[in-house]
Nanobody, 124 residues
Framework: QVQLVESGGGLVQAGGSLRLSCAASGRTVSNYAMAWFRQAPGKEREFVGT????????YYAEFVKGRFTISRDNAKNTMSLEMNRLKPEDTAVYYCARSRFFAGGELQNQYDYWGQGTQVTVSS
């Protein structure tokens, strides 16, 4: 079993920054891709970005390209999401997830472990 715990969410003004963290415990996640998803009120959960198991490659949803950066520290079993130039439409609960594979994608069924989420609220 793998437990994922997100942290770092909060309230920030538009244009500001936040850094989310995802800590894994139970079993190592270093051999698997990881990803961030988000769910805004009244909307379906959507893909934000993913990072390969080695951390050498990332892939982002178009709406966060150039603003968000995913990184990971396999020695610490952690992953981060650096969010800059935040917009009110970025308001959502953000979830981290572990892929079944070395490289991740946009489909949620590729991911077998999920955290409980952390709330990010961006005020205008």
């Amino acid at each position: 079993q793998v437990q994922l715990v997100e942290s770092g969410g909060g309230l920030v003004q538009a244009g500001g920054s936040l850094r989310l963290s995802c800590a894994a415990s139970g079993r190592t996640v270093s051999n698997y891709a990881m990803a961030w998803f988000r769910q805004a009120p009244g909307k379906e959960r959507e893909f934000v970005g993913t990072i390969t198991a080695s951390g050498s490659s990332t892939y982002y949803a178009e709406f966060v390209k150039g603003r968000f950066t995913i990184s990971r520290d396999n020695a610490k079993n952690t992953m981060s999401l650096e969010m800059n130039r935040l917009k009110p439409e970025d308001t959502a609960v953000y979830y981290c997830a572990r892929s079944r594979f070395f490289a991740g994608g946009e489909l949620q069924n590729q991911y077998d472990y999920w955290g409980q989420g952390t709330q990010v609220t961006v005020s205008s």
